[in-house]
């Protein structure tokens, strides 16, 4: 990114792509759409071989005669989610920068409604609202509530989800790019170098994000098999990393939910030294809870009994809870 503060006004919306041609489609179209203008938007296509290339070119010349919207097609080989990121934040020009993944939509009102808090707010902030399932659109699409607050960034109150924020361009620049080093989790590890800016920031209460659920998740499939889990387990350290060093502490107890469904995986479909690699992730932010006590237990289970029995037993109480 150029050490500027950006074209004053502008979004630049920076979208990283693989294999994803008609949701792409379908994703820019809710850019299109959006009541605020000026925007950019910046593709970056992570080496797909589904067409994407033209998919794109043809929706560009479809947009030509709005002035107030330019969109750039940047192709590159595939290097993952994170460097397509940091690849469209180079070619970014706008004070406000949004990351839409490219399965997603977003909400026609999105824009107003979060540059509106950001021009409240000092030059390294964030505006961030509720996400909604794609499949209850209509539903989500209520009028935007005028009632908002206003606080610092701390670690227990990190947004799940990166894209549900709209940035300053320095906030941007403040947090560094994104980490290429890991597969997955990526914008949970992201959002815990921001939250350690402790930067005011703005929430909106309202579905402004349209998050795709869809069955082919090959995250998901790939979660399943002991080198998705291992991958889960680099995401786990890499943010552990990142705590102990911007705060001398683990994650508070609300914040630990990603690092429980990583002790889960490794107990499901993890190998006997995966599993002994989650739970000593988890024991380094020693969270003083019921959960907490839940999750010892399980490890003295396993060590005790074995990674089988001890995920019989994890899954049976699972079960219980959703049926209570």
């Not at 947090?175 to 890991?182: L, M």
């Not at 102990?244 to 508070?252: F, H, M, Q, S």
Request: aromatic share 8%; with cysteine.
């Amino acid at each position: 990114m150029d050490s500027g503060s950006g074209d004053q006004g502008l979004v630049s919306v920076v979208i990283p792509t693989y294999n994803r041609s008609r949701l792409l489609v379908e994703a820019l179209d809710s850019v299109a759409i959006q009541t605020y203008r000026p925007i950019e938007i910046l593709v970056v296509d992570d080496g797909s071989t589904d067409g994407t290339e033209a998919h794109v070119r043809s929706w560009i010349r479809e947009q030509a005669d709005d002035p107030c919207l330019t969109v750039e097609y940047i192709c590159q080989k595939n290097q993952g989610p994170s460097a397509a990121r940091n690849r469209g934040l180079l070619h970014s020009q706008g004070e406000y920068i949004q990351f839409l993944d490219s399965d997603d939509q977003l909400h026609a009102e999105r824009f107003a409604a979060h540059v509106k808090r950001l021009r409240k707010l000092p030059s390294k902030a964030f505006v961030f609202s509720d996400i909604a399932p794609l499949t209850e659109e209509e539903g989500s699409r209520k009028t935007v509530v005028d009632e908002w607050e206003r606080s610092k960034t701390r670690l227990k109150n990190i947004p799940n989800s990166a894209c549900r924020c709209t940035y300053t361009r320095d906030l941007v620049r403040a947090v560094g790019p994104w980490n290429e080093s890991i597969p997955l989790w990526e914008d949970w590890e992201y959002s815990v170098r921001l939250a350690s800016l402790r930067v005011p920031f703005s929430y909106l209460g309202v579905p402004l994000y349209l998050r795709r659920m869809h069955p082919e998740d090959q995250l998901s499939d790939r979660n399943t098999t002991e080198e998705g889990v291992g991958e889960v387990l680099d995401a786990m350290e890499t943010v552990d990393n990142v705590v102990k060093a911007v705060t001398g502490r683990g994650l508070p107890a609300n914040a630990l939910g990603m690092h429980l469904r990583g002790v889960t995986q490794a107990l499901r479909y993890g190998t006997d030294e995966q599993v002994r690699r989650a739970f000593a992730s988890w024991k380094r932010h020693e969270p003083r809870t019921a959960q907490h006590v839940r999750v010892r237990a399980l490890e003295v289970l396993f060590r005790a009994l074995g990674r089988r029995p001890a995920r019989w037993l994890y899954e049976a109480y699972a079960r219980l809870r959703a049926s209570a």
